[in-house]
């Protein structure tokens, strides 16, 4: 296999990852072709329980739904063999590469998933003007194909090994709810990481512009809370009966009541609730999910736990059992000074940047930063790149795109700060 770097065949890769999207846990296709795209490379590729451990993720998906999207990424033209090993063993794949002289270990995070949405079918949008629009119910509306493909383009462009140290591209399932990366972390496959990165694809910035780092972000908690009573005749025995979806309701209630903080930005969320199984059945289930976000990370431990204490009022006021589960989590991020100058002077010599700002904030939450703050309390640095991408509409939106000229920017800005 020739190297992939030419533009030509980076844009062919993230044409293919576009239209074949998979939400978070069952890229199963996505990660057979990421696998295929590196071959002939002198890597070393990690996948399995090496790559991810899966224990602790709470809502996984059900086997019928693993079943489902693998038959699609078959019928889609994913090695079949493959396809069905990472249905097995979990998507996440950890590829090393390294160089011929000592230095130090870098890692950069691509996440691989897409959004449970669909596409636009405007006859005016690029994928679908172009053909790779997708069809299958999901959507890479955040740039997910992007990343993928220039951590596969970064490994080609390296093969010649060239460089200082090791690189290792982290391709991360499930970014999206935050729940992939403290899969990868619990694996150890970030503890002896010098130097973290991340990356992203910037939408509300033209093709040329970089940002050397996001700041800060919302650390989050993605919760997924559960109510278990007990049924009965709603005329004929109603006191007989433990109403969960009145316990679910007044909890939602109370969390949507919890008072702000002076000392962080502060968002609450409930996002779904069902419940029940009949008009005159007395509800003894309801299954809840909801979301606390805050600029501070120990602000969003106290809001876990002003959920939990609601949740549990709420359920002894109607005499039933309530959980509460960690579904996904992020932090806030601090990049180091000496990663963010490295950035920008990188940028600023390349022939296609057109803008570099040093930093930007970040308003919302990414689990790369459990990443990068894993590398730092063990003493490496680590920084979240953006790269412009121009896109028409916003992130997770149905006529989001990329300007796919800003894939090789973004090969040369990672391979110009590996190679020194």
């Excluded at 590729?45 to 693998?70: C, H, I, R, Y």
């Excluded at 609730?273 to 007395?282: C, H, K, Q, T, Y």
């Excluded at 990068?372 to 920084?383: E, L, Y």
């Amino acid at each position: 296999m020739r190297p992939l770097v030419d533009f030509e065949q980076l844009v062919a890769l993230r044409r293919e990852l576009h239209r074949n999207p998979e939400p978070a846990f069952v890229e199963v296709g996505t990660a057979a072709r990421i696998e295929a795209a590196l071959g002939g490379l002198p890597i070393r590729v990690l996948t399995g329980k090496a790559a991810q451990d899966l224990s602790a993720v709470v809502n996984f998906p059900s086997p019928e739904t693993l079943d489902e999207w693998a038959a699609r990424a078959v019928a889609s033209g994913a090695p079949e063999e493959r396809v069905r090993y990472f249905r097995e063993n979990g998507t996440a794949l950890v590829v090393d590469l390294v160089g011929t002289r000592p230095g130090p270990r870098w890692g950069l995070r691509v996440d691989i998933d897409a959004l449970p949405m669909r596409e636009s079918a405007d006859a005016a949008h690029f994928p679908v003007a172009n053909g790779f629009a997708a069809t299958n119910g999901a959507m890479h509306a955040c740039g997910h194909d992007a990343h993928a493909t220039i951590g596969v383009g970064l490994l080609h462009r390296l093969a010649d090994r060239d460089f200082a140290g090791s690189l290792r591209v982290l391709f991360q399932p499930a970014e999206e709810g935050v729940r992939g990366a403290q899969t990868m972390i619990d694996a150890g496959v970030a503890d002896e990481i010098d130097h973290m990165l991340a990356l992203h694809m910037a939408g509300d910035m033209a093709v040329g512009g970089v940002v050397g780092s996001f700041t800060g972000g919302l650390a989050t908690r993605k919760l997924k809370v559960d109510f278990e009573g007990k049924a009965s005749h709603a005329a004929g025995a109603p006191e007989a009966g433990r109403n969960a979806l009145l316990a679910a309701a007044t909890a939602a209630l109370g969390i949507m009541g919890v008072p702000r903080f002076s000392s962080a930005d502060t968002r609450l969320n409930v996002g779904t609730l069902v419940a029940g199984d009949g008009v005159n059945i007395v509800p003894s289930s309801a299954a809840m999910t909801c979301e606390v976000r805050a600029t501070d990370d120990e602000v969003v431990d106290e809001l876990v736990d002003r959920v939990r204490s609601i949740v549990e009022g709420a359920s002894l006021a109607q005499g039933v059992r309530g959980s509460v589960a960690v579904m996904g989590q992020s932090a806030t991020v601090t990049p180091d000074d000496e990663m963010i100058d490295r950035i920008v002077e990188v940028a600023t010599a390349h022939d296609d940047v057109t803008e570099v700002i040093r930093t930007r904030a970040f308003s919302g939450s990414d689990d790369a930063n459990l990443l990068i703050r894993h590398v730092q309390r063990r003493g490496g640095k680590g920084a979240y790149l953006m790269v412009g991408a121009g896109s028409p509409g916003p992130h997770h939106s149905e006529n989001f795109d990329i300007g796919e000229e800003a894939i090789p920017t973004a090969i040369d800005i990672l391979a110009s700060l590996i190679r020194g």
